[in-house]
């Protein structure tokens, strides 16, 4: 059996050791020969390597393991690049969340101005991450889950578009996990799910069993009382009382339209003002990662350091972070799986921008996705829809043509901003805080 070389670029994520222990976890299904990270901070990247290696050494001692901040050294000889950098870290990020919300407008990782400021700096990361790869290993494929993915996938489908990237997001993988649960099967993979939307924007229409069996009504009538909260401790990602908050507000996202099963994601577009009315402006999101997560996370990477060895180590494999493997076998082994991607639209949704990055359900082969047809979308879906994919189309526009003005106008378009002048003043803060990471606008 082929063994793959993969390497990790953004090394030093939060991420990082889950992602390994999960790798590691399935070798029996996606054989490993030589495991890289790559990242553009030594020293962060170093705590995370230096546990990595002691991982490796116990559990797999055959994979050749290396930590490198130098791109040829890290791009070369590589079968599959997983792409999770977060340009700005985690310091910027706080900024994406608190300069909106001094305007009374929802501060979000991914969503309004939060995410349109992300985007502007992830675009030239991911595209520098692509060309290494198409430079040192031109038969590469790269898995990108870098955010936000929406923003970043335009970008990809407008200035890379014969790349071999495919993006994709784990957010509905949790939630059907979840979906799971609420219906007592062992795994998602007993459903066959149709879905279509934007990343972070979009709709479940048909949940069914291997036999055909319908499982929305059971799924809807849990949803309608608890959204996707399950409590039995399953999903290991998505834990704090934010997130705990976020899939309990599901069930009046799916209010809007009970015909359907929402993305969590939709909270913000539909309840920005609740959302912003329970923000905490000092003590955001980022504040809760950066003492939580990446404390636990680097901790405890600095003990197996120390002790050589993960003997006692609270670090877990990532479970649901396996969809990245699927993906990677699918291109390998040509499984021809049926997987959630973020793809060009092309007709898959009749009545939308063919153009348009959408996720939808894709059979995935070696020679990557084939979308399926979605049809025609309904009015409400549509409208949300053509107002959001304008706006991630816009940040893209404004990146390349270094455009003052067509920012101003996605910020202004996005449903979390009341209006053109608060727009402005989000945007000329965010100028002023991303220098350096952005273009120079004019
Ligand atoms: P993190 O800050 O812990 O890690 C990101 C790493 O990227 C850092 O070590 C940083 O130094 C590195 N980096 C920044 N710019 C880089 C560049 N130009 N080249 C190489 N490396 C660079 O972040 P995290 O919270 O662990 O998340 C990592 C990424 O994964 C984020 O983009 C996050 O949004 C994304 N993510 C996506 C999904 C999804 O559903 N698509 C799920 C989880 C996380
Ligand atoms: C989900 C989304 C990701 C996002 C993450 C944020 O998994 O799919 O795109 O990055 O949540 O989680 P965090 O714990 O960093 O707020
Ligand atoms: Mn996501």
Redesign the pocket.
């Known amino acids: 059996m082929k063994k793959f070389s993969i390497l990790i670029?953004?090394?030093?994520?939060?991420?990082?050791p889950g992602i390994v222990l999960m790798l590691l976890d399935n070798l029996d299904k996606f054989p490993i020969r030589k495991l890289k990270l790559?990242?553009?901070?030594k020293e962060?990247?170093g705590i995370i390597a230096g546990a990595c290696e002691v991982i490796l050494r116990e559990k797999a001692p055959e994979i050749e393991f290396l930590a490198t901040t130098d791109p040829e050294e890290a791009f070369t000889d590589v079968d599959f690049v997983m792409a999770?950098?977060?340009?700005?870290?985690?310091a910027m990020r706080e900024l994406d969340e608190k300069i909106p919300l001094k305007y009374g407008v929802v501060g979000q990782?991914?969503c309004g101005p939060g995410g349109i400021a992300y985007g502007m700096r992830?675009i030239?990361?991911v595209l520098?991450?692509i060309d290494y790869m198409e430079k040192y290993s031109p038969n590469a494929w790269m898995l990108n889950?870098?955010?936000?993915?929406a923003i970043v996938a335009e970008a990809t489908r407008r200035l890379r578009p014969h790349s071999k990237v495919l993006n994709?997001?784990?957010?509905p993988v949790a939630i059907e996990e979840r979906m799971a649960r609420i219906l007592g099967l062992k795994s998602r993979k007993e459903m066959t799910v149709r879905y279509y939307g934007l990343n972070h924007f979009g709709w479940w229409t048909d949940i069914r069993d291997k036999e055909g069996n319908d499982l929305m009504p059971k799924l809807k009538e849990h949803v309608a009382k608890y959204g996707y909260v399950v409590n039995d401790g399953g999903d290991n990602q998505h834990v704090d009382a934010s997130w705990q908050d976020t899939f309990l507000k599901a069930r009046d996202v799916y209010a809007l339209d009970p015909g359907t099963l929402p993305n969590t994601y939709l909270k913000y577009y539909f309840f920005p003002d609740e959302v912003v009315a329970h923000s905490n402006p000092n003590y955001t999101r980022a504040n809760e990662?950066m003492d939580g997560?990446?404390k636990f996370v680097f901790t405890e990477c600095k003990k197996i350091i120390e002790n050589q060895s993960t003997e006692g180590s609270a670090l877990h494999i990532d479970e649901h972070a396996s969809y990245i493997v699927d993906l990677a076998r699918a291109i390998a082994y040509n499984t021809h799986e049926r997987m959630l991607l973020i793809v060009e639209n092309k007709g898959a949704i009749s009545n939308f921008d063919p153009t348009a990055m959408v996720e939808i359900p894709c059979i995935v082969g070696s020679n990557g996705p084939e979308p399926l047809s979605i049809g025609e979308i309904p009015q409400f879906q549509k409208g949300l829809m053509e107002q959001q994919v304008s706006v991630e189309k816009l940040v893209v526009e404004a990146w390349v043509t270094k455009s003052y003005q067509k920012l101003w106008q996605a910020l202004t378009l996005s449903k979390t901003v009341p209006s053109a002048k608060v727009a402005k003043q989000i945007l000329d803060d965010l100028i002023e805080a991303n220098k350096g990471y952005w273009p120079e606008l004019h």
């Open positions: 670029a953004g090394g030093g994520s939060t991420f990082t790559y990242d553009i901070d962060r990247q999770h950098i977060r340009v700005g870290k985690y990782e991914t992830s030239g990361g520098e991450l889950y870098s955010n936000p993915a994709i997001c784990d957010m990662v997560r990446e």
